[in-house]
């Protein structure tokens, strides 16, 4: 028996290191993934409400996955250390469920990106028409066209039959130059045409979402998948402290 413990010493050194390794990989990965959290909820929070008009769960979900993820990325890299079998088993078990989670998520997303194309027209379209230049959807609105440097849902002409029109014209935040953009400018359907932003916002933010949905989606089954590799050496792992009955120091 001797023997035969003495030559699976480096098999297991081996995986216990490249395990350690792994769990410091997922470990990162859930403090980026609690950051992304934070970043969405606190910066892009009233964007949203451009998309739904009921809060997103979405930040809380990414924060308490990241939160879980830290915790145990600690418990694997303890676990490995530690050289306990039901442990490790605990350990693939949870990046079974991490692997589920995010398998569904990026497939949810995948198939129901039209879905949400067509609930972030919706909730743009009456944003605009409802515009007042004072409430969190309308200051959000304002927040997307100067960024994206765009106007209206389709153009600028979206703004014609807004409420906020006869009063206000289109919003300065379609301006190409604010310096050159007057209120009476922007009131006047001729002169607003030379002065603002000729795209509109819907384009943009689709065409983002169609051109790069293939490369989030490759991400999100890259990084899903990824956890089968940490599931694999958990498991074996613990089948090779179990069979040769090792202890690791």
């Given at each position: ?27 990162v ?22 998309i ?132 009476a ?34 991400v ?27 202890e690791?120091?």
């Open positions: 028996m001797a023997p035969r413990r003495f030559e699976t010493k480096p098999v297991i050194f081996c995986l216990k290191t490249l395990v350690l390794l792994y769990s410091f990989i997922f470990w990965s859930g403090v980026v993934l609690l950051s992304v959290g934070l970043w969405w909820k606190f910066m892009l929070g009233p964007y949203m409400l451009l739904s008009s009921a809060p997103s769960n979405a930040p809380y979900v990414l924060t308490g996955t990241g939160l879980a993820i830290i915790v145990f990325g600690l418990f694997g890299c303890f676990a490995t250390c530690r050289g306990r079998p039901w442990m490790l088993r605990v350990y693939a078990v949870f990046l079974s469920a991490v692997f589920m989670t995010e398998l569904i998520a990026g497939i949810s997303g995948f198939v129901f990106r039209h879905e949400i194309k067509g609930t972030f027209l919706t909730t743009y379209s009456e944003a605009v028409m409802t515009y007042d230049g004072r409430d969190d959807r309308s200051l959000a609105v304002d927040g997307v066209q100067r960024r994206l440097q765009c106007c209206g849902v389709y153009n600028y002409t979206s703004w014609f039959s807004s409420v906020y029109f006869p009063v206000g014209g289109v919003p300065s935040s379609c301006c190409v130059s604010y310096s050159d953009c007057s209120s400018d922007l009131k006047n359907t001729t002169l607003a045409a030379r002065k603002v932003h000729k795209q509109g916002c819907y384009e943009l933010v689709t065409s983002f979402i169609e051109s790069n949905m293939g490369i989030i989606a490759g999100t089954f890259g990084i899903a998948f990824s956890q089968l590799i940490g599931m694999s050496l958990a498991c074996c792992l613990s089948r090779f402290i179990n069979a040769n009955q090792y690791m120091v």
